[in-house]
């Protein structure tokens, strides 16, 4: 069977669209050279249409007193170029490292911003210092495979711990998104990395006794009055303040089982001794060229809490409030804000000097979880005390009790008792 294919038809099956140029690259490079001018040699022109971001064409224009010059100007010219047009793209061939960097700046912006805690920023930036960019920082993006990541994340943890491993596996998987938002990578290779599990018995929970309790505060006061001199015993002053705080933090710390940087964002504003109540709206962190910062929320941007108050704390809360004013209830000598991190190290040198060295401030908040829980109060409730959710409540603030406590009697039936 023949088919008859008009002329216009068959232009029309031959003509082929012109394709367009792409964003970030220029056309056909056209020479030419330029008539003399007075008190100038040979000079030539090399020009091109390059296309922008926008989408529109631009004629860009070099001259040189050569050909291939003017052409390699031009071509100079169009690198640079290339730069504006990415629009914040990274290349695939990019080093990882530089990667890393550029994820760590986004990450201070949104620290600044308050969308993150800085700390969380300063534990990033130093497990991918000491972990990623020694053995995967000089690969190209295009070189991260989930195999190389992989490696580098169960050496951390072989090598270190698990939170390492954990934390540094975050890390990474952030830096990856990073690196697709912005082209250089297809997908993120640690979504692919099997998931960890903890070795070993679940963590002991550290909890202080009743008798500890007593003791543990006692002894702090004593402590306290020996540090308010100097090695030559000259007096502190404004300066040994911190050591007689020591105790009273500790025991704010037990009344609302609050985090340290919180307790020391509490304002005299905060305490209301004849409500019986207390707020933990804040918390104190360290910004880099900033300094100590009193930070809405709680850690982990977590939502404020208004906490009922015993009534053993309040003559230390009415104390704290009359001297406080509407400042901080544990200052500085200087009347600032306590450096979480200071505070931490003489609270642990306060310890050792006492005989409770494994006391951290984290034990006061543990010791709260299992105080409340020993009073067979639910999870909830000790969830909602501590600003948790209810499966961190019963993962790191309930001590270990016995499984079958109610089915002990029908058990004894079992089989007779024998001497």
């Not at 232009?11 to 490079?29: C, D, H, M, N």
């Not at 964002?265 to 900033?290: F, Q």
Request: net charge positive; charged share 30%.
């Amino acid at each position: 069977m023949i088919v008859y294919v008009s002329p216009v038809e068959q232009k029309k099956e031959f003509v082929v669209g012109r394709l367009s140029t792409p964003i970030g690259a220029y056309g056909v490079i056209k020479v030419e050279k330029l008539p003399k001018s007075k008190g100038r040699g040979v000079r030539y022109r090399a020009s091109a249409y390059f296309k922008m971001l926008d989408g529109s064409l631009c004629r860009v224009r070099r001259q040189a007193a050569g050909k291939d010059a003017a052409i390699a100007r031009l071509k100079e010219a169009f690198v640079a170029l290339r730069e504006e047009v990415k629009d914040g793209d990274i290349s695939r061939s990019e080093r990882f490292s530089r990667v890393i960097e550029l994820y760590l700046d986004e990450l201070d912006e949104e620290a600044t911003l308050g969308s993150i805690s800085p700390t969380t920023v300063r534990l990033y930036r130093s497990v991918l210092k000491n972990w990623a960019v020694p053995k995967l920082g000089n690969l190209h993006c295009y070189e991260v495979t989930v195999t190389r990541s992989s490696k580098v994340v169960r050496g951390a943890r072989r090598k270190k711990s698990y939170d390492t491993a954990k934390t540094l596996k975050a890390a990474l998987s952030g830096a990856c998104d990073f690196a697709v938002r912005h082209g250089a990578m297809d997908e993120n290779p640690i979504r692919h990395i099997g998931r960890m599990t903890r070795n070993g018995p679940q963590k002991v929970v550290e909890a202080l006794s009743a008798e500890e309790r007593i003791d543990l505060l006692a002894k702090l006061r004593e402590h306290a009055l020996t540090r308010q001199t100097d090695a030559r015993g000259r007096p502190l002053g404004a300066r040994g303040r911190l050591w007689l705080d020591l105790p009273d933090l500790m025991e704010i710390m037990l009344a609302t089982g609050v985090r340290i940087g919180e307790a020391l964002a509490i304002l005299g504003s905060d305490i209301k001794p004849d409500e019986k109540t207390i707020a933990a709206t804040h918390h104190i962190v360290r910004i880099a060229e900033v300094g100590l910062v009193r930070r809405s929320l709680r850690k982990g941007n977590q939502s404020e809490l208004l906490l009922g108050t015993p009534e053993w704390s309040l003559p230390c809360l009415r104390r704290r409030k009359a001297a406080a004013g509407d400042g901080p209830i544990f200052a500085s000598f200087a009347g600032g804000y306590l450096d979480p991190s200071n505070v931490i190290h003489r609270l642990s040198e306060a310890m050792t000097a006492v005989g409770y060295e494994w006391v951290t401030s984290h034990v006061f908040r543990k010791t709260v979880g299992t105080v409340l829980d020993e009073a067979d109060l639910p999870t909830t409730a000790i969830a909602d005390q501590l600003g948790n959710s209810r499966q961190v409540a019963e993962r790191h603030y309930r001590k270990r009790r016995i499984a079958n406590p109610a089915n002990v009697d029908a058990l004894e039936s079992m089989l007779p008792l024998t001497k």
